[in-house]
């Protein structure tokens, strides 16, 4: 196959991108919002702050470890 191309450009090492949903990212996670939900937030900055205030909200109510009370139990009980 002939092309117009000069032997000094190496192809080989080049990355291509693909465009749209199974483009890959660089160390980011894409999550696609339902229409109902993406209405409600601005930008991807406001997402985050719902998500990590209900990540907080989250782990504060989580109920205790049982195996952990029993433990401190059984301590106070020696």
């Not at 990540?55 to 205790?64: C, G």
Request: glycine letters at 2%.
């Amino acid at each position: 196959m002939e092309d117009d191309l000069c032997t000094e450009y190496d192809l080989k090492s080049l990355r291509v991108r693909r465009l749209g949903s199974a483009r890959r990212s660089f160390g980011e996670a894409t999550v696609r919002l339902e229409p109902d939900v993406a209405a409600i937030f601005p930008n991807a900055d406001a997402v985050n702050e719902a998500l990590r205030f209900l990540i907080r909200v989250m782990r504060d109510n989580q109920a205790p470890d049982p195996t952990a009370q029993a433990n401190n139990s059984n301590a106070a009980d020696s």
